[in-house]
């Protein structure tokens, strides 16, 4: 397989978008192409994540996409790894495994300080697939998430 990744740019946004919508349809179990296309988009547009895509000939097989965050404790910068995604054609061909280590080689480029990830409960597999490229449970942090509330429209105050 001669795969060749790299970091996405707009022009790559026809080729990576049904990706990234395969990707949230999996999770969400809501297709949007118009809404996928739009946030990636935006994320390219505005210098808002990092989209590393991978291609076999003009194929995308897969894509990775990281967020930056920033210490304070060590004043550097962390990359999240948000997204990682590779095309059912492409999988079992170590495609997802390239992607990640591409994300920690764009980390060491960056002299960021880490690459965190998230890890669903519903993908318990996953925990053996980052840990075999050196992540581990974090042994100082435990995540606490509090889900923003929306403003009430002007017709739901009424």
Known sequence: MALTIRTATAADLDAVTPL???YRQFFTGKPDLAISRGFLEQRLERGESVVLAAFEGG???G???LY?????WYCKRQWFLS???VAEPFRRHGVGKRLVEAGIDFAARTQARAVLVELPFSEPHLVDFYGALGFAKDPVFDLYRLVARQPESAEGRK
């Open 63 to 65: 894509f990775l996409q």
């Open 68 to 72: 930056p965050l920033f210490s304070s």
């Open 20 to 22: 990234f919508d395969a």
């Open 83 to 85: 997204d990682l995604y």
């Open 59 to 61: 194929d995308a097989a």
